[in-house]
């Protein structure tokens, strides 16, 4: 059975559906990292404890957006819902959709924006674990 992989998914914020710049949108689920340490017993005999980094449990959404007349206000929208702002991603493929939803999201960065005929800025969101 073949596999078809996510490539056109729809981003949604705040139930706006946005219009991103192709191929530029990155995610991590939020899956916290495990640490890994040896620990000696003497006389040879090491163990491994594995531990969760619970610092770093954190979900990332980020995409970039064309420089429009209307990004500097919904950016603004944005930078003040800390922690309320949902986005989801989905794209139907076949007879099913796909759909990554991320809850609790605070947009985190100062996005550089270059105005001119193809310009565009990155907006990097984070919070909950993807749902």
Known sequence: M???ALSVPAVI???????????????EDGLP????RALSSGGGKVESVHTVNAENAVSMVKFKLALTN????TASKWKRQIGENVIF???KIGQVSV???FEGMSF?????KNPSADGSAEFEFK?????
């Not at 219009?19 to 949108?25: D, W, Y």
């Not at 990292?33 to 890994?36: F, G, L, P, S, Y």
């Not at 919070?127 to 749902?131: N, V």
């Open 2 to 4: 073949s596999k078809v």
């Open 13 to 27: 914020i705040n139930n706006k559906t946005l219009a991103i710049v192709p191929g530029s949108l990155v995610y």
């Open 33 to 36: 990292e495990i640490n890994v």
């Open 70 to 73: 209307d990004l500097d206000e």
């Open 89 to 91: 991603f989905v794209e």
């Open 99 to 101: 759909k990554r939803v």
């Open 108 to 112: 985190t960065n100062k996005p550089e």
């Open 127 to 131: 919070g909950d674990q993807m749902k």
